[in-house]
């Protein structure tokens, strides 16, 4: 039998190329959060089931890779559900094992706690341009920092990490729960519709207004409710500051705490962001996860035409692990999207010394190959980058794909010296 040598659906092997920018993305990932005070942790890939499936991770928990029970405690006979086969899954996320892993922890660790992980995640997801089964996820989270200053630390943390990669003129779509389930209640929709309406206004971008209007009456919303509600996105669309006109519609609606929040949020961001990217008050982003309680944020690129990593706050979550809730809040770069665009637009790795390769003939040994791994060696310590390597006897054909791997300079080995 042959065995394949592809990889699995959904999962790919990464070329030297790629790994290069990879590696140089996480460098600069990690220098630039770790300048804002984030600290890196680790978590199993593994998590218990139970925990996965806590109805925290929306849509991810449908496409979990279970993992069988192990020795005696698997009994296939036996079984009757999918619980009596499998007790533990691969995380589809970070957030997840980060509360565990804070809840386990949280006499050990500072407070505030300002996490960095990065990891690969899991989900059996229909694999498409920038999206993978395996990917790798890049969140930073504060937890025990109930004001807005978590907000305002992670926005600037992850646009200052963009910038320092060499992106431009991206967007923060910015948002909050609290104002959807204000503007909801303002215009007569039940509570407990909020997550049906919720889900139909994430589709604005895809089907526009008059699509929105035509599902929620399609679904049986009142006409009367669904133009009021209508009528506020039309409003702001028109209006000078979207933000000051939602907020005087809304009136007792919204909660004062809310508004001077979400104020500070955007003028304290606004204030000291540079000209590389736009925040904008986004009214019909959700955000799908179900434990988001506040703001809630989205990276938009054009280049891409699709999130690029987003976030929120997720108050209630801890709680479910020790019964004491403790504010958190969190922000994922795409790392995955992040790499596809770098590569797509042919992105090279600057260079911090020079790259040299050093091409030895075959049949060169003992003191003389001595020499030159010496000379090798202290041309590294310098700082510069050496490949010692055999001599092919198409030489031009290596020197070529040298050429494409980065190397400016040859020098080349003999037994003999050319004449």
Same mark, same amino acid.
Request: net charge negative; proline share 3%; aromatic share 10%.
């Given at each position: 039998?042959?065995?394949s ?17 990879? &590696?140089h993305v996480i ?7 770790? *300048? ?6 680790e ?10 499936n ?5 849509e991810?928990?449908?496409l979990? =890779? ?7 405690k ?8 999918e619980?009596d086969?499998?007790d ?21 660790l ?14 059996? &997801? ?28 992670l926005?600037?943390?992850t646009?200052?990490?963009l910038?320092?990669?060499? =992106? ?14 204000a ?9 407990e519709?909020y997550d049906?309406v919720?889900i ?8 526009g ?13 009142? *006409? ?5 509600y ?9 209006s000078d ?5 939602l ?12 508004? *001077? ?5 955007l ?21 799908g ?23 929120g706050?997720?108050d ?13 809040c ?25 790259r ?6 075959k ?11 010496t ?11 050496v490949l010692?390597?055999?001599?092919n006897?198409?030489?031009k054909?290596q ?12 020098k080349? =080995? ?6």
């Amino acid at each position: 039998m042959t065995l394949s040598k592809k990889p699995v659906t959904g999962m790919k092997d990464i070329l030297p190329e790629e790994m290069e920018i990879r &590696d140089h993305v996480i460098r600069i990932i990690k220098e630039t959060y770790g *300048k804002f005070g984030f600290t890196s942790i680790e978590t199993p890939c593994v998590e218990n089931l139970a925990n996965l499936n806590c109805k925290a991770g929306g849509e991810n928990e449908k496409l979990i =890779f279970k993992i069988l029970k192990r020795g005696e405690k698997l009994r296939m006979a036996e079984a009757q559900t999918e619980d009596d086969l499998a007790d533990g899954g691969l995380r589809y996320d970070l957030t997840v094992p980060l509360v565990r892993y804070y809840s386990n922890h949280a006499s050990e660790l500072p407070s505030p706690f300002k996490a960095l992980q990065m990891g690969n995640v899991w989900r059996a &997801d229909r694999p498409q341009r920038g999206r993978y089964r395996q990917f790798m996820q890049c969140d930073i989270d504060i937890l025990g920092e109930p004001s807005n200053l978590a907000e305002i630390e992670l926005i600037l943390a992850t646009t200052t990490t963009l910038g320092k990669i060499g =992106f431009r003129d991206f967007q923060i779509r910015i948002n909050d729960r609290r104002i959807l389930k204000a503007m909801a209640a303002y215009c007569g929709f039940a509570e407990e519709d909020y997550d049906a309406v919720f889900i139909t206004l994430d589709k604005m971008d895809k089907i526009g207004i008059s699509g929105v209007e035509e599902e929620l009456t399609g679904a049986g919303y009142a *006409k009367e409710t669904v133009d009021r509600y209508l009528a506020l996105f039309r409003d702001m669309e028109t209006s000078d500051d979207a933000v000051a006109y939602l907020f005087d519609k809304l009136g007792d609606s919204l909660p004062e705490e809310v508004r *001077k929040g979400f104020r500070e949020i955007l003028e304290s961001v606004e204030s000291v962001k540079g000209d590389f990217f736009e925040l904008i008050f986004d009214p019909t982003l959700v955000r799908g996860m179900s434990y988001y309680t506040g703001t809630i944020f989205e990276i938009a690129m054009p280049q891409f035409g699709a999130s690029c990593g987003g976030g929120g706050r997720y108050d209630g979550m801890v709680g479910r692990f020790t019964g004491h809730d403790v504010p958190a809040c969190g922000f994922s770069i795409g790392f995955e999207r992040i790499i596809l665009l770098l590569m797509e637009s042919g992105f090279k790795v600057p260079s911090v010394g020079g790259r040299c390769a050093y091409l030895i003939e075959k049949g060169i040994d003992g003191a003389r190959l001595s020499e030159i791994m010496t000379e090798a060696q202290e041309r590294r310590e310098r700082g510069d980058q050496v490949l010692v390597a055999r001599m092919n006897k198409n030489k031009k054909f290596q020197k070529e794909q040298l050429t494409a791997q980065g190397y400016e300079e040859f020098k080349e =080995f003999y037994r003999e010296p050319l004449k």
